[in-house]
Structures are given as C-alpha cells and as structure tokens.
C-alpha cells in the first residue's frame, strides 16, 4: 500500500474515531440527563397527583376515576396506588407498543429513570401511596432525533476534514513525488535535481539527494574533463590539434573492416613546397601556416558532420567523410580556402594538391590509399592548384538509381525470405553472446548484401526505420526459438530512435513478445546518437522498465560531450576499434580507456571494446578489466 494511500487511511480512520468517540459521549451524556429528568418529572408528578388525590377525597371510588383519568392521558407508562395496608386500589399499566427509534438505539442507551413515589393524605390520615412512572418512548424519540443531527453535523466537519486533509496530502504529494522521481532516475542512471521543497522534512532529504548528484556531476565532469586530456594527448597532433597518423588510420581501418559501416571518402591533402616555406619565412610562420591550415581542415565539419581531419606527417593532411557528404563541392570549398593560406608564402607556385576517393567496407586500406596517392599526384601534374577523384575500385551489382533502391527495399521488406541476420560473438562478463547482423538480398540475386550497402540508401530514402524493426522482429524470433539465458545484440539507425512512430512500434513489439527483454541489447552509433538525444532519451526511459539494454556503439569520438549522457540512463559503451588498435603499444589509450571505464561504472554503466584483432590487445585489455570485447580475435576462437 502506498505512503499517500496510508496516510489517507490514517487520517480518515482518525476522523472517525474521533466523531465516533465524540458522538457516543455526546449521546451518552444526553441519556444521562434525560434519565434524571425523567425521575424528576416522575417524582413531581406523583408528589402532584397524589396532593390532587387527597384535596378530593380520599374514597376508593374518587382514586378509581381520578386515577384513571390521569392515566388515559397517555403521559406514563404505568400508575399504581395502594393503601396504608400495601393491597392495590388501582393499577394500570400501558401496553407494549412499537417503539419509535431503532431497538438498537434503545438497547445501547436504556433509559432506567426512578419512578415517582408520594404519600396520599386526607387531612391527617394517610389515606394510600401512589407509585408512577412517565412513558420513555418520547425521550427516546427525542434522543435519537439529536442522534441523527448529530451524525449530519459531525459528517459534515468529516467531509470538510477530509478536503482539507486531501489539501493537504497533495501538498505534501507533490513535493514528495519530486522525490520519488528523482530516487527512481538515480536508479536508472539518471541523475538530476529537483527543486528544493518547502516542507522541512523533504527538504532535507531533497538537499541531501541533490548535492549527492551535483557532487557526482561535478566529479563526472572533471574525470570526463581529464581523461578527454589523455585521449587528445594519445590521439591528436599537440602542434595542429587534429587526428595524429596512428588515430586516424586506426579509423580508417576500422571502417573499412566494419560490414556495417556506410563506407564514406577518403581525402588527402599534400601541402607542396613546405621545406621552402620553413627556409624563407622561418618555423614559426611555418608553424602558424600549418595551424591555420588545421583549423580550416577541422572546421570543414560544419559542411557536413562526422568528418575526420588528420595530420599524416609534414604536409600531408587527411580528411574522412561520410557518405553522405557531398565530397566534390566540400573539397572545392577547402582548395580555395587553402590557396588563401598558402599562396602569400607560395611565390605564385600551386601548393595545394587534393586527391580523393569513395569506399565501402571489405577494399584493402593498402589498394584504397594507393588509389588516393594515384589522384595526389595526379592533381600534382596538373601544375596547379587542383582537386582529383581516384579511378573507382570496382563495380558493384547494385540498383543504379534512388527509385530502383526504394523499389529493392522495399521488395525486401515484404518478403521474409530476403532479410536474413549473421552473427558474431561478443564476449560480456564470463559468457559469450550474439552481435547480430542484417543482410539483403536484392530480387533474383543470390548474393546477400552487409548493411554498408543499403543502409545509406535506406536513411535517404527514410525505410532506415522499417529495416530496424525488421531486425528486431528476427531477433526477437530467434530468441523466441532458442532455450537459455544467451542474448542477442542489434544495432540501431541514429535516425529510427528519432522517429517517434518508431519508438512506438519497438515498444509495441518489445511487450508482445514472450520473452525477457533483458535478452535483447540495443546499440546506437554514438555520432548520430548524439545528434538526436531526444529521442535517445526518451527511448532510454521507456526502455527501462522492460529490461532491455540500451548503449551507444563506436564510443569515444565525442568524449568531450560525455556529460550529456549523465541523464540519458544508458546501460553500456562499445568503445570504438579506432582506440583499441593496438592498445597494447599506446600507454595514452591505455589510460584513456582505464578512465573511460572508472567514469563509467560511477553511473552504473558497463564499457566493451570492439574491433579487438590480437591477442596482444586482448591481453591489454584484460590487464584495464573493461565488462566484454568483440572482434576478430573473438571470432577466431569461436571458429
């Protein structure tokens, strides 16, 4: 039973009691002194009747009648006179009659009065003894009719107390609820403050609560702000700011390596003629050109986000982008950009040389960068200033056009048969279990296609959703037909968790299912996560009750922003492959990941590594004790 629901009970069964207790001593004592006064209107009326009696005479006859006249007036229950010897002259006594109030009511307050008792006299002589007693039936009538405006009087102050106390209770509901909230979100890992509220007991536990959680924010905040130091440390050029060489090809490897991956373009950057520039001008203006340069390479994310900027060595720059950026017009953009910089230190010679490429997930890192050197030198000969696209690495069997993708798709979605999942072990504290994987297969093809190769077209085309759900419904199946405790991992479109109707749906589905919703770990890529955490949010929340997992996949790009998780209640972070690539050489990444997971665990989150490819990383990574791992070293031994 609830605190409120007690409280409630408690002051109502208090109320009662007292209009009980009060009603019963008001009754009580109103018994009492209808009684006396019964037995005094008794003692008067026989001193009455008998000083009647004796003025008249005293004969026999004269009592008969006068006493009997007295009688049939319906005022006394019984009357009685006998004479000096005790021998009756006259006795009436009324008979039994219903009475006017409930027998209850005169049971639970009998009324006893004495009855009358007098001497009749003529003149010196006694002449008998009258003995009488009132009827009762009016005071009963009397009592019980104030019985009944009693209970209307007391029911009504019972209902004005119980508004008042109901005034109150949600008085006190309200702040108490602030509480409860908040109480609850810190055991979802969630953790925020209320406002502070007045009644004095809450405010101590609201300012108690509440310092808890600024206390372990701000502690949040300054691990986060330390351990993001040691990432950048490990990871970043200290003299440009950008990706150092090892970081940005630990990406690039990782991507290609991710068959979930949308693959994206490759850029590389050759600033000619540097060793010139430091001759003439000087380090320091070499050093301050090639600062302006970064900061134009990193400032290209504003043209489309998730790009990556590198410094590889010297002069030579690299830039990652999505496969959703438009590569040409974002590279023509920064050549012009880059001339700006470069020709007051050029002596009218090019400087700037821009060779690019597309890829997907499964090319060589080799044949792709062998590729871009290819269009580098290409744009070289031009002897100016130019941008140049890499011969493309193969065809691929795929629909030509945005329809014919919408068409492919959706022909997938409406035929089981060509929507299938693959998996790969993960390994999560002491067990192994299922990452799961969607593959396509196009109409009249045999070939099944990894999601880097619908999935873009799939967001473009907003089927992203659909596709999700379908993964889930074949997990969710799967799970359905296999016996055990053994989970099962699907990643999600940053962009289905922030289409509310999809939401809805996942919930939907998740409740209709006859299995533990603990068995079903959901993953978002932090990047797109972190662009719509609104919707993470509420999915978190929603989530929550059921016992499904919810985290964010590729981790550690945007640790800068680590703090916006501190409300989110996410479960876990699949830290990117791009930090564990040889973790066991890099003592920066090392202590990166270590606080990384100490920051964590504080808010009750778990932290795994993917893309583990040695048994050196392996080894590492069990010496920094992080909760699980994937990759292909896990693959292997389960083969």
């Known amino acids: 039973m609830s605190l409120y629901r007690q409280l409630w009970l408690s002051v109502l069964l208090s109320m009662l009691l ?210 993001e130091a040691l990432r950048r440390a490990a990871n ?160 691929t069997p795929t629909p030509a056009n945005t329809e014919d993708w919408r068409l492919a798709i959706q022909h997938a979605l409406g035929h089981p048969g060509h929507l299938k999942l693959v998996h790969q072990p993960i390994f999560v504290s002491g067990g192994t279990q299922c990452e799961c994987h969607l593959r396509l297969r196009l109409a009249g093809q045999d070939e099944w296609l990894p999601a880097n190769r619908f999935m873009p077209q799939a967001e473009r085309l907003g089927l992203a959703p659909a596709l999700d759900l379908a993964a889930v419904t074949l997990v969710l199946d799967q799970l359905e037909a296999a016996h055990g405790d053994s989970a099962h991992w699907v990643r999600l479109s940053a962009r289905s968790i922030a289409d509310s109707q999809f939401r809805d749906r996942l919930l939907e589905l998740l409740m209709t299912r006859q299995i533990a919703p603990r068995r079903l770990w959901l993953e978002v890529p932090e990047i797109g996560a972190i662009r719509h955490l609104d919707g993470l949010r509420e999915l978190a929340r929603a989530l929550k009750p059921l016992g499904c997992r919810l985290g964010l996949g590729h981790y550690g790009h945007q640790f800068n922003r680590i703090g916006v998780l501190y409300d989110l209640g996410l479960d876990f972070l699949k830290v990117d492959a791009a930090f564990i690539r040889d973790i066991d050489r890099s003592p920066g990444n090392q202590a990166f990941l270590a606080g990384l997971r100490d920051t964590a665990h504080k808010i009750g989150m778990q932290v795994f590594a993917e893309g583990v490819a040695t048994q050196e990383e392996l080894a590492q990574l069990a010496r920094l004790d992080l909760d699980g791992h994937s990759g292909p070293v896990l693959a292997e031994a389960a083969a």
């Open 18 to 227: 007292a209009l009980a207790a009060s009603l019963f001593a008001l009754l009580h004592n109103g018994s009492h002194y209808l009684e006396k006064q019964l037995g005094i209107k008794n003692r008067d009326n026989a001193a009455a009747l008998a000083l009647a009696l004796g003025q008249q005479g005293a004969d026999r006859d004269s009592l008969v009648v006068a006493v009997t006249a007295q009688f049939n007036s319906g005022q006394y229950e019984y009357i009685q006179v006998t004479d000096p010897y005790g021998r009756s002259v006259v006795e009436h006594i009324a008979p039994a009659s219903e009475p006017e109030v409930p027998r209850w009511f005169t049971r639970l307050l009998p009324l006893r009065p004495a009855p009358g008792v007098a001497q009749i006299s003529d003149g010196w002589r006694q002449a008998g003894t009258i003995v009488l007693a009132s009827q009762s039936r009016f005071a009963y009538r009397d009592l019980w009719q104030g019985a009944l405006s009693l209970c209307g009087v007391m029911t009504l102050a019972g209902l004005l107390g119980g508004v008042l106390g109901s005034l109150v209770l949600r008085r006190l509901r309200r702040p108490m609820q602030a509480v409860i909230e908040q109480a609850n979100a810190i055991t979802e890992r969630r953790f925020t403050t209320i406002a502070v509220p007045r009644v004095p007991e809450l405010r101590q536990l609201a300012t108690a609560m509440n310092g808890m959680v600024t206390r372990l924010h701000r502690e949040f905040e300054e691990d986060a702000a330390r351990f």
């Open 236 to 395: 970043y050029d200290t003299l440009t700011g950008l990706a150092n060489r090892d970081f940005f090809l630990g990406n690039l490897a990782k991507t290609l390596a991710d068959e979930e991956a949308a693959g994206g373009i490759l850029a590389i950057v050759r600033i000619a003629r540097l060793d010139l520039m430091n001759h003439h001008f000087g380090r320091e203006a070499t050093d301050n050109l090639l600062v302006r340069i970064s900061q134009t390479l990193g400032a290209m994310g504003a043209e489309c986000p998730g790009i990556l900027a590198a410094r590889l060595k010297g002069g030579d720059f690299a830039l990652m982008l999505t496969a959703e950026c438009d590569a040409r017009s974002i590279l023509d953009a920064l050549l012009e950009r880059l001339t700006e910089h470069t020709h007051p230190y050029a002596e009218g010679a090019a400087t700037v040389f821009i060779g690019h490429a597309a890829f997907v997930s499964g090319e060589a890192q080799s044949s792709l960068l062998s590729r871009i050197d290819q269009a580098v030198a290409a744009a070289e000969s031009t002897g100016h200033d130019a941008v140049q696209a890499a011969a493309p690495c193969c065809d």
